[in-house]
């Protein structure tokens, strides 16, 4: 399975603003090496692996067409793969196989961002619920990394029952278990924050800087911060987050001194140090939007259903207490 990197970038179409300052290196050059770093590190999976996954697909694609011969022949092959494959490491588990990218620019600064939410806000306060969702879909500014794997715990098995199905006859049994072995397939998600990537660059970018330079080094450092507060109202980050104030306060300290007496190695230090805890943290894989999304709705689902219980005990006591001042 070949990788694919799919690089988009997302016009926007309603209150576009540019921000205020650019990272020296550009966005698309900083999401570019963050791929890099992350393809250097795939592993390829055995050729084995990856012949069974392909002749699975080939089985499907055969079925499709009513080629039931082939789709045995398919399936047979994939077996021997995978066979071949657990022989070689029995010890095999979930094993990648593809990573993918794809990647989403918002080129509107933080005014802009806070804009467009409070637009929304607007608009769902007026029930306009399909327009809010058109004005926040834009505003993703990020890359994200999905990597798929295959469990070998699982997959082969559902290959081997397929091809036991398709022998029997049982077509229909044979796609079920191909869909049952296609679905055990795992997708984690990581998603990086591109404002974050182009703040550690503008800070980079500062601690290069002749100590003289000190309106420039300003500038830029304003810059990283307007960067941090983009990734903080696109949600990447929360102003409360104990590293998110790390941070602003790091870039405030340096901003300080270099109006003072301009000792700043140290501090760009430290500020660079705890900026790569907290990037390297954002990179981490984790619940995507909308399993978060979902989770929040069955809580606050929950909660209403525990106060509708709750409200529904008072209504019977009161009901009960009336009907005993009535007897009375």
């Known amino acids: ?39 250097a590190k795939h592993k390829p999976a055995p050729k084995e692996i990856i012949s069974g996954m392909q002749q699975t697909f080939a089985a499907l694609q055969a079925l499709r067409v009513g080629k039931k011969a082939d789709a045995q022949k398919a399936l047979e092959s994939a077996t021997q793969s995978f066979d071949a494959a657990l022989k070689a490491n029995p010890a095999l588990d979930l094993i990648p196989v593809d990573e993918r990218f794809q990647a989403y620019a918002f080129l509107g600064s933080a005014d802009v961002i806070a804009a467009r939410i409070k637009l929304a806000q607007q608009l769902l306060k007026a029930h306009d619920t399909q327009t809010a969702m058109a004005a926040l879909a834009p505003l993703k500014d990020e890359l994200d990394i999905s990597l798929i794997s295959i469990p070998m715990k699982l997959y082969p098995a559902a290959t081997q029952k397929a091809l036991e199905a398709l022998k029997k006859g049982d077509e229909q049994a044979a796609l079920d278990a191909i869909a ?110 909308e399993q978060i999304a979902e989770e929040k709705v069955n809580a606050f689902e929950k909660k209403e259903v525990v106060k509708a219980i709750k409200k529904k005990g008072d209504f019977r006591q009161e009901a009960q207490q009336d009907q005993q001042k009535v007897v009375q």
Request: positive net charge.
């Open 180 to 289: 049952e072995a296609m679905n055990s397939l795992v997708v984690d998600v990581a998603i990086v924050p591109t404002p974050l990537l182009s703040a550690q660059d503008l800070i980079l970018e500062a601690s290069q800087l002749d100590t003289a330079k000190k309106e420039e080094a300003q500038k830029i450092l304003e810059a990283a911060k307007e960067e941090l507060k983009r990734a903080e109202l696109l949600g990447y980050t929360s102003r409360h987050d104990a590293d998110y104030k790390v941070l602003n306060a790091d870039i405030e300290a340096l901003q300080k001194e270099i109006k003072g007496k301009n000792v700043v190695a140290k501090l760009y230090a430290t500020l660079k140090k705890d900026f790569e805890r907290f990037v390297s943290k954002a990179k981490k894989a984790y619940k995507t939007p």
């Open 1 to 39: 399975m070949k990788k694919r990197v799919v690089l988009s970038a997302l016009a926007c179409a309603l209150l576009v603003g540019a921000t205020s300052a650019q990272a020296k290196t550009d966005k698309k050059t900083l999401v570019n090496h963050v791929i890099q770093e992350q393809t």
